[in-house]
């Protein structure tokens, strides 16, 4: 089985703060791929980021950077100087190579005031 | 351009009146599925489909029905809404191994 734990339903933070965003995740595969997602107030799910088990490789994306770290199956997100835009529910996902499922977190809704 | 389109955007509706959302995807994905999302219960798998003609169940699929008689195509049926049906539906799309597209959603109201 697999599962995707964020435990901060809610984070608030003050513009130009920097921000984690916690994902946990279990799997018995050794191959998998994690995700993270943006859903933004007006609804969409916005794709951020796919990464693969074999690639443990930090990345960085503009202000965004993730940090994934088999040891402790962890595939952190971070926003450096957060803006007011940043504001939306984010959520980490996982799938097997051995499956089809997309198994998601509840998500962590991030608050960014001014 | 590539992308998961579903239709309608907003629907309120009453009990018991059947309905149908679509959904199309232009990627020549294997698997599509639907999502409902409901406030602190996150996403959750209705059905989903490996390819044509081949559909099961995801975690809540009580009251829905799909059909994949194509390849693009996936609507999600309600035959006779209820009020606990009102959420915010999801259409996605992907590869075994590849980025899970999304439409845009549908948000769903039954009176």
Same mark, same amino acid.
């Given at each position: 089985a697999q599962k =995707? #734990?964020?435990?901060?339903?809610?984070? &608030? =933070? /003050?513009?130009?703060? +920097? /921000? #984690?965003? +916690?994902? =946990? $995740?279990?799997? *018995? +595969? #050794?191959? $998998?791929?994690?995700? %993270? $997602?943006?859903?933004?107030?007006?609804?969409? !799910? /916005?794709? !951020?980021? *796919?990464?693969?088990?074999? +690639?443990?490789?930090?990345?960085?994306?503009? *202000? $965004?950077? %993730?940090?994934?770290?088999? &040891? #402790?199956?962890?595939f952190n997100f971070t926003i450096t100087a957060s803006q007011v835009v940043d504001s939306a529910v984010y959520f980490c996902a996982l799938t097997a190579s051995s499956g089809y499922a997309l198994n998601f977190g509840k998500g962590t809704s991030l608050l960014v005031t001014p | 351009e590539a992308q998961v389109t579903q239709n309608p955007r907003y629907l309120i509706t009453v009990t018991g009146k059947k309905l149908t959302v679509t959904c199309s995807q232009n990627m020549n994905h294997e698997y599509m599925s639907w999502y409902r999302q409901d406030p602190g219960l996150g996403l959750r798998q209705i059905y989903y489909s490996m390819n044509v003609e081949v559909t099961d169940k995801g975690d809540v699929p009580e009251g829905y029905k799909v059909s994949r008689k194509e390849k693009r195509n996936f609507p999600l049926i309600l035959e006779s809404p209820s009020p606990n049906q009102t959420s915010l539906y999801f259409c996605a799309s992907r590869t075994r191994t590849d980025t899970q597209y999304f439409g845009p959603g549908t948000r769903l109201t039954v009176l």
């Open positions: =995707v #734990t964020q435990a901060q339903t809610e984070i &608030s =933070v /003050v513009e130009k703060e +920097d /921000v #984690t965003l +916690d994902c =946990v $995740y279990e799997t *018995r +595969d #050794t191959t $998998y791929y994690l995700f %993270w $997602y943006k859903q933004p107030p007006s609804g969409e !799910l /916005v794709f !951020l980021i *796919r990464r693969n088990s074999f +690639d443990e490789q930090n990345e960085i994306s503009g *202000r $965004y950077s %993730w940090n994934f770290q088999k &040891s #402790t199956s962890s | -």
